[in-house]
């Protein structure tokens, strides 16, 4: 009949649903990919995800609870964005590496503990589960929505004091503008500068 063996004839093919799947999660996985490099245009497309939300929400008066859950995701995930993959604080210097505290230490590059990339990805997800709860009703919780605007800019104003203060003491800057830039020669004997 042909070269399948028994055990090959009994193995169990993937069924049309199964293959579908698999097919739609490839393509979303190379969309992602793809999309990699255009930060800004990531960026704008959750900031325009984010404005239909809050234009969503505006215009049905509820689902203030999620909103609020929605910001306190989003803070954390700047937390995190912030913060060094290595807390300096709960590393003693013997048993690893600690960021450099003066000039003559050695350069350490400064490793987020959570990327750019996942930042984005995490806080466009939310925005989108949380555009999907407000579709629910059981979700609609009614509260004072004033509680939680206060509450969430007293949560954000500690919060950042408290990262901003560690900061500071570990002379950390998760930002590359302003930091010093050098400049020198490679191999060939091009100038370029290092970021």
């Not at 404005?51 to 937390?79: E, M, Q």
């Not at 505290?101 to 503990?113: H, K, L, Q, Y």
């Not at 570990?170 to 302003?178: A, D, E, K």
Request: glycine share 4%; net charge positive.
């Amino acid at each position: 009949m042909g070269d399948m063996t028994t055990a090959d004839s009994l193995k169990p093919q993937p069924n049309i649903i199964s293959r579908a799947s698999t097919r739609l999660g490839q393509i979303y996985q190379s969309v992602l990919d793809k999309s990699t490099p255009h930060t800004a245009a990531r960026w704008i497309f959750t900031l325009v995800v984010f404005v239909s939300y809050a234009i969503r929400v505006y215009l049905l008066k509820g689902w203030y609870i999620v909103t609020y859950a929605l910001g306190i995701y989003y803070l954390n995930l700047f937390i995190a964005f912030l913060s060094p993959k290595v807390d300096p604080s709960m590393e003693d210097n013997e048993d690893g590496p600690s960021l450099p505290t003066r000039s003559s230490e050695e350069f350490r590059p400064f490793i987020r503990r959570l990327p750019e990339f996942k930042f984005w990805y995490s806080g466009t997800k939310a925005i989108v589960i949380a555009m999907t709860c407000t579709f629910f009703e059981a979700f609609n919780v009614p509260v004072f929505w004033p509680i939680l605007v206060m509450y969430f800019i007293i949560l954000f104003c500690i919060t950042m004091k408290r990262q901003i203060k560690h900061m500071i003491k570990y002379r950390y800057l998760p930002f590359t503008h302003g930091k010093t830039k050098y400049k020198g020669k490679d191999d060939s004997g091009k100038v370029f500068s290092s970021n």
